[in-house]
C-alpha cells in the first residue's frame, strides 16, 4: 500500500479540509477535531497487531500509570515505520497545518503506542512542553464499551486552572484525534476497568 492510500482520498479534498478548519477551530473547550475511519481500515488492523508485538515498559508516576513503547521511529516492524514515514512526511503534514493554521516542523515528531489496561489512568494535564503544537491519538481496540473506561476527556478552563470535564471522547477503533496544545489544553484518560488492553498512538507534532 502506498502512502497516498493509508488516508481515505475523501478527506482529503479541500471542501472537506475547509470544513474540517472550521470545526477544529470553534471546537470547545479548546481547538481539537475528531474524525473517525480516516485511515484505512485493513492498514489499521494490521499496525495493531504489529504494535503489540513491540516492547512495552510500564511508566508509574503520581500523574499517570500505563504501558508504552519508545519512540516509534526506532521500530523495525515494516508497517510501523511506514506509518511513522507517513505521518513525518510532508504531504501529511501539510494536510494538518491547512487545518490547524499552525506552521510545523518536518523534522521533529513524538509517537508512541500506549497500552492501558486495568486500573490504568491518566490524570488532568495540559501537554504543555516547550515547542509541541498538536497532540494527536489514533485509537486501536476493537470492542471497546464505554464501561470498559479509558474515556479521553476534556476539562472547561477558569483562570487557567482546570474546571470541569465538558466534553467525553471514545476510544473507537481508527478514530484520528487532534488538538491545539496552549496552556488551557486540559485532559485525561479516565480509569480502564477491563483487563483487555487499551491500544492507541500517541504523539505530538512541534512548531516549525
Known amino acids: 500500500m502506498t502512502s497516498q492510500e493509508l488516508v481515505k482520498e475523501e478527506f482529503l ?16 473547550p479548546f481547538p481539537h477535531l475528531i474524525i473517525d475511519n480516516f485511515f484505512d481500515e485493513k492498514y489499521m488492523q494490521t499496525l495493531a497487531k504489529d504494535l503489540l508485538e513491540e ?3 510500564l511508566e508509574d508516576h503520581d500523574l499517570y500509570q500505563f504501558m508504552r513503547t519508545a519512540d516509534l521511529k526506532y521500530s523495525k516492524n515494516e508497517s ?3 506509518f511513522y514515514s507517513y505521518l513525518q512526511s510532508n504531504k501529511f503534514i501539510s494536510h494538518i497545518e491547512n487545518i490547524t493554521k499552525l506552521p510545523l516542523s518536518r523534522e521533529q515528531m513524538d509517537l508512541h503506542s500506549l497500552l492501558l489496561s486495568d486500573t490504568n489512568y491518566l490524570l488532568c494535564h495540559d501537554d504543555k512542553v516547550e515547542g509541541r503544537a498538536i497532540a494527536f491519538i489514533i485509537y486501536l481496540s476493537k470492542e471497546w464499551d464505554p464501561k470498559d473506561g479509558g474515556i479521553l476527556q476534556l476539562f472547561s478552563s477558569e483562570n487557567e486552572e482546570p474546571k470541569e470535564v465538558v466534553k467525553e471522547i471514545f476510544p ?3 478514530r484520528f484525534v487532534f488538538f491545539k496544545v496552549t496552556d488551557t489544553s486540559f485532559h485525561q484518560v479516565s480509569e480502564v476497568l477491563k483487563d483487555k488492553g487499551r491500544l492507541s498512538l500517541s504523539g505530538w507534532f512541534y512548531h516549525e
Open 55 to 57: 516492547e512495552y515498559y
Open 172 to 174: 473507537l477503533f481508527n
Open 80 to 82: 510501523i515505520a511506514n
Open 13 to 28: 479534498k479541500k471542501e472537506n479540509c475547509e470544513s474540517f478548519t472550521n470545526s477544529f477551530s470553534k471546537a470547545s
